[in-house]
């Protein structure tokens, strides 16, 4: 277990020494949610209605443009071959890597989102179900990316396919994280249905993707 | 403890590098693979690593850690460092010694001539030197069967030379060694492997 704690380590440590990474993430962020409301006009209603599909739909892009890095750097310089010859399962390195993903990248956006949230008139009761339901969604978010992340490790222009391969498969996500606040905005129905629906998604996707993406890997190695 | 590759072939892109392949490689044993480029030598490798699965045949370690696949008990030193540009020398050699055993990090980058670089980003290094920190792990986890493709490669002499003492060390103290390489190291390995387009030719 002291090597998936290191493995991770490692991981944390490289995403704070390149930095530029989270930077970026968190600037598409900001920008997308920011030009939303210029498109769509200043009519407050219409935004604070429309505000948690937006503050979704701009996560879920804005992570895409992290998850492909998950193995794709160790992939270019032979690292992942010596983490495979090593006494953690490729699975447990899938794992690994998708957990310090998280961390560095999920974490951050659900701390920016309330923010993001002012920008498009959230209402101010939202704002607790916002952090719950980003909280718990982020976790699926990076594991299920990992998967897209091994699938096109080898390929030159990877990032396009990842985000047809990765985006249909963050749809459940999006809808149970969405309806969940909607509930906690409009009503009538409760919150906590598709809120543990979204627990649930993100449960699997703990255990289920890191055998996904070391299937993956495997292939991508040899 | 014995390397044992039974009936072993590889395929590659639909392409039969080799097959048939049947070799015994005891402890103290170093193997030497040449042929030209393309005869399928990291192929090879990769297959005894277990990176690539085996079109035929199976790669077995007689009396090594029970259950542990050949993967785990081997170092495979590719044409990819490994090495992390953003970390530091040392920071890249703990973190090996700590995923893959227990070496000492002084000791080992010591050994290489690299212990004063420590502190520098990895990213700094010239080529050779890089090569030294993924030579590094050789020592930073003991394992038994050395694999090592081109392994001199952008070093040295006074490089070439340590890496000659340490094989040979490695092979003194009952490991093994499979080597592909066309630099000639001082000592004799004990069984040479040519691979070629007829395929696999033992001597």
Known sequence: ?222 | MKLILDNLACERGGRVLFSGLDLELAAGQGLLLQGPNGAGKTSLLKTIAGLIAPAEGEVRLDGGAGEAAVGEQCHLIGHLSGVKRALTVTENARFWARYLGDGAVGDALERFGLAELGDLAAGLLSAGQTRRLALARLLLARRPLWLLDEPAESLDTASRALLTDLIGGHLKAGGLVVAATHYQFGHDFSQKLTLGAQGAQAS
């Open chain 1, 1 to 222: 277990m002291s090597a998936f704690f290191e493995l991770m380590r490692r991981d944390l440590r490289l995403a704070v020494r390149e930095g530029g990474a989270l930077t970026t993430v968190l600037g598409f962020y900001l920008i997308v949610v920011a030009i939303l409301p210029l498109g769509l006009g200043p009519d407050l209603k219409l935004l604070s209605r429309i505000a948690p599909g937006l503050l979704w739909v701009a996560l879920l892009l804005a992570a895409l443009l992290s998850v492909g890095r998950i193995f794709h750097n160790d992939y270019e310089d032979g690292a992942l071959e010596v983490l495979a010859l090593g006494p953690l399962p490729l699975e447990l390195v899938a794992g690994a890597k998708a957990l310090a993903h998280w961390i560095t990248t999920g974490i951050p956006l659900t701390l920016a989102a309330p923010v993001l949230g002012l920008l498009l008139n959230l209402p101010g009761e939202a704002y607790g179900a916002l952090l719950l339901t980003m909280a718990t969604g982020t976790p699926a978010v990076s594991f299920v990316g990992a998967i897209g992340s091994a699938l096109t490790l080898g390929l030159r222009r990877g990032g396009l396919l990842l985000a047809l391969l990765i985006l249909p498969l963050y749809v459940p996500v999006l809808i149970f994280g969405v309806s969940a606040m909607n509930a906690v905005i409009t009503g009538p129905a409760s919150f906590w249905p598709p809120y543990m629906i979204l627990c649930a998604l993100s449960l699997a996707s703990l255990v289920l993707a890191p055998i996904a993406a070391a299937a993956a890997l495997r292939v991508n190695l040899g």
